[in-house]
């Protein structure tokens, strides 16, 4: 068959027609597909679906760490059957959890249970390096000693109104506990009131022990405490319901280790000595 230009052209002039035809028809049936549901359905056959419900808040925060406990936990206990471990919650760096052994030290374990280290925690802020321990334990301390009563205590108070107060473990047998209650009287004149709680290191029983036990037995303390800590007798017989030993566990658990230690209200923790001016500037105070 042989094609002229005028039939050619006619034949791709019908080509394109057809073509255009085609898209024509496509674009409508793809329009009518899409518009459907808001122009071809009545009422009657919409069906609304109600949406799943969210999980909470709580749900989101439970699940996982439930999760990661028991992960943790497995892989501590698989590893040291023999240690009893309590797991306590995410400590402030991301991914690193906090699992306490009994009698023992703080752990800083990965949430998968595979790494972990032992001791303090440092935070970087602007203010400086913050102990996130020490900070966390400070509040505690806070709370503590604001509910405690301070009846088994040995106070030496100011004259007038406190204008602070230092909570001392201490021993006898201390020489810096010695040299710290020979500024007690100075403390005392800048309106700080010292508390003294017992905490003799040699532990229970011992001849610290023994000393520091009868100044709490004696009638006059606050006499007895300053005489067995320049080194001289007491005539007194240590008495069964002293509160010496409850007083050392109770500084174990606050986290004491050595004396003199001050607590001061807010919770601080202060090891060792300083004399009675840098005490004044720590608790803020006025040195005439």
């Known amino acids: 068959m042989v ?34 549901p808001e122009t071809s359905l009545g009422e009657e056959n ?4 109600a949406p799943e419900p969210m999980p909470s808040i709580s749900e989101e925060i439970s699940k996982p760490s439930d999760a990661i406990e028991q992960s943790v936990l497995s892989m501590l ?8 471990f309590t797991f306590l919650g995410e400590s402030p760096m991301p991914g690193v959890y906090e699992v306490q052994v ?34 966390r334990q400070a509040i505690a301390r806070s709370e503590v000693f604001a509910a405690r009563s301070t009846d088994d205590m040995i106070i030496f108070k100011p004259e007038g109104e406190s204008k602070a107060i230092m909570n001392v473990f201490t021993d006898v047998d201390c020489g810096y ?11 005392n004149a800048m309106g700080v009131e010292v508390r003294y709680l017992a905490f003799p290191r040699a532990g229970i029983p011992s001849g610290s022990y023994d000393k520091i036990a ?16 320049s080194g001289r007798r007491v005539d007194v017989e240590v008495c069964e319901d002293n509160p010496v030993a409850e007083q050392y566990a109770f500084g174990t658990e606050l986290g004491v280790t050595g004396t003199p230690a001050i ?5 601080t923790l202060i090891p060792g000595y300083q004399p009675a001016k840098k005490f004044a500037e720590v608790l803020g105070l006025t040195i005439n």
């Not at 607590?263 to 919770?267: A, K, N, Q, W, Y």
């Open 3 to 36: 094609l002229t230009t005028k039939s050619g052209t006619l034949l791709f002039i019908l080509a394109l027609c057809c073509f255009f035809g085609a898209v024509k028809f496509v674009a409508k049936e793809d329009v009518a597909e899409i518009s459907q």
């Open 46 to 49: 919409v069906v609304v679906k």
């Open 77 to 84: 206990k698989t590893a040291r059957p023999d240690i009893q």
């Open 102 to 135: 009994m009698n023992g030290p703080l752990l800083f374990v990965h949430e998968q249970g595979e790494y972990l280290f032992q001791g303090g925690l440092l935070q970087v802020k602007e203010s400086g390096i913050v102990d996130t321990m020490e900070a």
């Open 177 to 187: 506990c010695r040299k710290f209650h020979q500024e007690v009287p100075e403390l």
């Open 214 to 229: 009868k100044a709490w037995c004696a009638e006059d303390q606050q006499d007895a405490l300053t005489k067995v800590k």
């Open 263 to 267: 607590i001061l209200m807010d919770g």
